[in-house]
């Protein structure tokens, strides 16, 4: 069925019609609404009215991004070189968590900061809170007085709040265990800090944010238009740096508590719980899953939802304070179990941040089958580019504490590794690279940028068995082989012998066998020729490759590029 209106004006129509039904809202809800007017309240808390610390922020996630990264330009943004790999790796701590591995990443994490960011910044405000105005009184020394001359003035409070976020991301990046990349352990500290000193805002400010993405969806694609094709996709769940995102409510959830106790205030205990569970719940949070081999893996979902419910009563009780005229003994009110609670919220964090640290500061070797395949790699720069298969990633086993934590993960697929920055990394899965046939892979760093493209080519029985070939170019320069595959075997014979395809230099041989003795191996075209072994015509056709005996005729196999 196709549009009778031309695509663009359709589009035009779509997209007055949506700015239309936003300016009919904001002209119904400001003409008839009987709440305060908001953008008093803001002008309370901020400078116009504007949370300015997170401009600020976002603006230096955009930089990066596109500077920094080189998100705009052909191939992507640059990712293994901003990942948190080491402690002696300066650039990739500075950077990962203000970088991204995609558009698509960037804008759901700068979305959610758009959400919650401002929440943690109004409370802390642009002027001085009264609690912070009486504390000064009793300041006499000069180190406290350095301090509130330095957050009595808007520009240093606005300083402070950016000069916050900069340092809890330092500590994500040294602390979170795993290579991690993205501002999402930013936003998930901005909710965790939220969610404790303003419940019901960040309740409605988890709702708002999905209205806030269907807009930033509509307005980007007024129209989409979809064909039902196969799709190369992992678990949703499997895609989630879960402990990033734990790591950042734990420390967002603790400074906002000691923020509360500075300023002698407590939040009601069933709109702190329920607000972090909803916020657990809407951001997967109890996706607690593992590796079971090449892209597979294993969900605990019983454990993680329990776990989210733990968390939320936890933080809860740490944040709430006693109800009036509280009757029940003493050790069982809230003051009594809150340093309980705050203890499990801190030793929780301190736990996290233990094995983080440990893995900033473990060394991680390229592993002998990578060592092995030094004719069968990429060079470039610091960074050596290999393919293989059924290997231990070297970065997940680099920490271990027998018996409690003895990880092995086999992987398969295009490997990353570099001395220099500590760097082992499957930057694509074998499953991947054989659905898409070529990807490009952006390398470099802050100063300097190369492309490296993979190709693989396969030929496939029609029964399945497979064999294969992985190339590899940096900047469409000569191609180098980085891996080939054991020859595959037919299930089928024909004329009473067995066929297989060998992957050799030049191409791909075809092998005749019958009784286990060699009959012919002839190179497989590459473009439509014939061929005859053992009295069997063989012709490709296409990418076919078809037999012909005794006035029978079928095909055998077929040949698999990046076009398919």
């Not at 409510?249 to 002698?264: D, Q």
């Not at 990429?378 to 298969?389: H, K, M, P, R, S």
């Not at 791909?508 to 191996?521: A, F, G, K, M, P």
Request: a negative charge.
């Amino acid at each position: 069925m196709s549009l009778s209106f031309d695509g663009a004006v359709l589009e035009l129509v779509s997209l007055v019609a949506l700015v239309f039904s936003l300016v009919l809202s904001a002209v119904v809800l400001s003409r008839y609404s009987r709440l305060e007017d908001p953008v008093g309240l803001l002008r309370e808390r901020f400078v116009y009215g504007i949370p300015w610390g997170t401009a600020i922020v976002i603006a230096l996630v955009y930089t990066v991004y596109y500077l920094v990264q080189g998100g705009g330009e052909d191939g992507g943004p640059i990712m293994t070189a901003f990942r948190s790999w080491s402690l002696w790796y300066p650039q990739g701590a500075l950077f990962s968590s203000f970088a991204h591995a995609s558009h698509s990443h960037l804008q759901g994490n700068v979305l959610g900061a758009i959400v919650f960011a401002p929440i943690v910044e109004y409370v802390w405000g642009h002027y001085r809170f009264e609690q912070e105005n009486s504390s000064e009184q009793h300041s006499d020394n000069e180190t406290n007085s350095v301090r509130n001359r330095l957050v009595a003035t808007p520009p240093g409070r606005i300083a402070v709040f950016v000069a916050a976020v900069v340092v809890v991301g330092l500590l994500g990046s040294l602390l979170v265990p795993g290579a991690v990349i993205g501002f999402s352990g930013l936003v998930f500290a901005f909710a965790g800090f939220a969610l404790v000193v303003k419940p019901l805002v960040t309740i409605v400010a988890i709702l708002g944010l999905q209205v806030l993405r269907l807009l930033v969806r509509a307005f980007e694609s007024p129209i989409v238009t979809a064909t039902a094709e196969p799709r190369f996709v992992t678990p949703s769940w499997a895609d989630v740096a879960l402990q990033g995102h734990l790591f950042g409510v734990l420390i967002g959830a603790v400074l906002a508590v000691g923020l509360l106790r500075l300023r002698n205030q407590q939040p009601e205990i069933v709109y702190v719980w329920y607000a972090a569970l909803v916020f657990a719940v809407t951001r997967s949070m109890e996706a607690v899953y593992w590796y079971l081999g090449t892209d597979q893996y294993i969900l605990f979902r019983a454990v993680g939802t329990a776990g989210i419910i733990l968390l939320a009563v936890v933080i809860a009780v740490a944040a709430a304070g006693p109800r009036p005229g509280d009757n029940t003994p003493r050790w069982q009110r809230l003051p009594a179990l809150r340093p309980v609670a705050i203890g499990l919220l801190t030793v929780s964090l301190v736990v996290l941040s233990i094995g983080g640290f440990a893995y900033s500061i473990a060394p991680v070797s390229p592993g002998e089958e990578i060592e092995a395949a030094s004719e069968n790699q990429l060079e470039v720069g610091d960074y050596t580019i290999t393919y293989a298969e059924g290997v231990e990633d070297q970065y997940i086993g680099a920490v271990s504490v027998p018996p409690l934590w003895e990880p092995s993960v086999t992987v398969s697929g295009v490997i990353i590794t570099s001395d220099e920055r500590n760097v082992w990394e499957r930057a694509v899965s074998a499953n991947e690279l054989a659905f898409d046939g070529r990807v490009t892979i952006p390398v470099g760093d802050a100063t300097w940028r190369e492309l490296v493209h993979i190709d693989r080519t396969a030929w496939s029985f029609t029964e399945g068995n497979s064999t294969a070939k992985v190339f590899g170019t940096v900047s469409d320069e000569s191609w180098t082989l980085l891996y080939r595959d054991s020859p595959a075997k037919s299930d089928v014979t024909v004329n009473n012998a067995n066929l297989s395809i060998e992957p050799v230099d030049e191409f791909y041989n075809l092998t005749v066998e019958r009784d286990d003795q060699v009959i012919d191996s002839k190179r497989l075209p590459t473009a439509n020729e014939t061929f005859t072994i053992d009295g069997v015509e063989y012709e490709r056709v296409n990418d076919d490759l078809m037999v012909r005996h005794e006035g029978t005729e079928f095909t055998v196999a077929q040949f698999q590029t990046r076009e398919q």
